[in-house]
């Protein structure tokens, strides 16, 4: 890998997200979170109404890579996660490989697909560790050892979050509430700016769009945090 940068500021796609994550491989029917009395819902005038199926917007395609007891490097797509504080990731697993793998080494580290590797990305959330152990090697990548936490960098995707676990919460059925502390990130150079910050639009990273089952690229900017409503305020002001 290229010389990496470490910078305090949080790069993730999707925030505040607690919902479920899991792979294509299995209905994962624990994401359900169904409440314990079902309430009559009624309709919305003038619009189509689809009751409880939800689309939750923008969801992060999340790469997360662990070893397993035997030192064998694993990754796993997931689609329904996010950033749930300053220096915090969360998101919750059904029965995976990945989910034995964080409960025996308590670390794991996040990528992100891109529209450069979606083809790679895809078939680490289509295949299952368990059925297929040389599953990275088989999808061309390769890997590097984290110097900060007990688990694998991959080496294709030019950013990665090394995270330690903070919070592990069973569900009685073999998946977890997983809630990671990030202690390092790092990115290749080639995706950095001129002020050495990560430029999206050069990393090129993807949604999952849960409406149709496809891959969306991170667009065009649109706008200036902290910036664009100013001008509501200033009109306000006057």
Known sequence: MKHHM??????????????????????????ENPTSEKMEVKAVEGRKNFSDKAVITPLPAIMIATWDADK??????????????????????SAHKTTENIRLKKAFTISFATKDDIMQSD??????????????????????????????????????????????DEDGNGGA???????????????LDEEGNIDLGKLQPVIFDSSKNTYRVVGEKVGDAWGSGKAIQEREVK
């Open 72 to 93: 064998n490097p694993d990754v796993m797509m997931a689609a329904w996660g996010g950033q749930c504080g300053p220096k915090h990731i969360t998101f919750e697993l």
């Open 6 to 31: 470490t910078f305090s500021a949080l790069v993730l796609t999707g925030a505040m997200l607690m919902t479920a994550c899991g792979n294509k491989e299995q209905k994962n029917e624990s994401n």
């Open 123 to 168: 078939y680490f959330g289509i295949v299952s560790g368990n059925d297929v152990p040389d599953k990275v090697a088989k999808a061309g990548f390769t890997i590097t050892p984290s110097p900060n936490v007990d688990a694998p960098i991959i080496n294709e995707y030019k950013m990665a979050l090394e995270c330690k676990v903070v919070t592990f």
């Open 177 to 191: 509430r997983v809630v990671g502390e990030i202690v390092n990130m790092s990115a290749d150079e080639s995706i």
